[in-house]
Structure formats: C-alpha cells, structure tokens
C-alpha cells in the first residue's frame, strides 16, 4: 500500500498528465549519471532546460564506498582547485538525471564541490521508470531515512578526502530531497546550513520514515532555507506554517531557519526541463541559496 502522503505530494509533481509516461525507456536513454531523464518525468521541456557550460570543471560518475556497497554519485567541481566548500545535492524520486547533474555543475561554477548521490540504487534504478505510481511503489517508498543518512555521511567523508572542506558544507534538495535536506541537517554536524526546495515538512510515521521534518525541527545543526510554492497542491501552507511555528521553538539554528513563498509558484518550480518551471521563482530561488550559504558559512 503506497504510504497517503507521498501520493498526495507526488501528485503534483506532474500537473495535467497521467501517471502513465507513454515514453518508451529509449527516449529516456541513461549511459551515466547525469545523462538524460528519468522516463516517467515525460514530456520534457527542452526549449527551456538549462546547460550549464562545464569547461573549467571536473565533472563525472564517483563511486563512493558505503560500508563496502559502492554508491554511484554525481561530482562536479572547479578543476585543479582544494579545501572547496561542499554541498550536497539531493535529488527528486526521479534520481540523478541531466537536470540534478546541472544543478551540480552551477555549483562547481560558484566554486564548490557538488555531490548529488545515487540514493535510490539499493531499491531500483529511478529513471528506468515510465509509471510514476510504480515508481513510488516499487522503489522511493521503500528507501529508509537511515539508509539516506548513512549515504549522505559517506559522501560527506568521500568529500573530505577529495577536495572539500568539511568546516564548509550545506545541503539542498528538491521535493523528496527537500525532506531529507530537512532530516540531514538535523542529523549532521557537518551541516553549516541548508536550503530545502519544496520538501514535504508533516506526513505519516512508518518504520522506514519515523521522523518527519516537524518532528525534528528544533534540533538542526545549520539553518535551513525553505523555498515554497503558494500554488503547491501537494504541500499546503499549513504544513509551511506548523513548520514555521517548530522552529520558532527550537535551538539556535531552528529560530534562524526562513521561509520563502512564492504564492502563484507551483510544486517543482525549480525544474527547468518541465511544465512546471517557473523562470521568476526559480532564479530567485538559486540566487537566495547561493546567499544563504554564504551568509551561513558554507562558501
């Protein structure tokens, strides 16, 4: 049984369409990480997805060593270059397809070292899917939050070892990662700051997913930006404003932790390979993340 509060979330992923991709795995042709889209995220809107030029760069498939398992990771940085800033970049249910890898590369541009982990490969290959029902069924359902988090201090680790600085390392994320970008930065202490996209903030306690957002709300390790949607029909403000009434009570970084809602924005409207971008909020969006990281510590 589909845990309620994914669908109601994940339905809004996708405005106007079926479930059903109608795509064949050939158009959606994966190679490596960070090659093409995830089927069951047709139709793709080409004419407005951004390319982020990658000369300069060092960017390509890691593998990262989880208690012996190797996680395939996405890692993009400026060539050449040590003790850089970190950020972790925390995908939707659709993995790490072209648009997280360029997510990535805009980092690496503004001087960090990006890693976007492969934090699904246990259960499935996320963009093998052309059925969004399945997809949440047979493989994000079944992720545990303790199995994200382990990942993610392992990529925290492999970065210390591969050019990062570990006083300097933020987290964001995008829809299911903007909930674990809640979750991370109260589990890390690591984390100088995070910003989460759209990440759902109250839902459901399973064995998989004990804690939600709310629950661990006054225990963050950095500040976390929220960037919202006000036309979300999968995240409410209600949920945006028990989150804000959470942190009001919480440590330090709890109560330095804000809210932005952009009112007439959408879920995802951070993606710019899909009908739901929204080009105003978007950049507005990028522009008060690379702020908030550098305001917090983490450039």
Known sequence: MLNHDLTTEFNALLPGRSTEAGATRRTALKTALGVGYAASVMPIMAQTAIKTPTDGLTTGEVSIDVKGFQMPAYRAMPAGKKNL???LVLSEIFGVHEHIADVANRFARAGYLAIAPELFVRQGDAQS??????????????VPDAQVAGDLDAAVAWAGANGGDLARVGVTGFCWGGRQTWLYAAHSRHIKAGVAWYGRLVGDHTALT???PIDIAGQLQGPVLGLYGGADTGISLESVAQMKAALAGG?????????????????????D?????????AEDGWQRCLAWFKAHGVA
């Open 129 to 142: 899917y052309g059925e969004l029902a399945k997809l949440i069924a047979e493989v994000i359902s079944k």
């Open 85 to 87: 800033p970190v950020v």
């Open 210 to 212: 004990p804690k939600n």
């Open 251 to 271: 440590n330090a970084a709890a109560k330095a932790s804000q809210f932005v809602v952009y009112p007439e924005a959408p879920h995802a409207f951070h993606a």
């Open 273 to 281: 390979y899909r009908p739901s971008y929204r080009k105003d909020a």
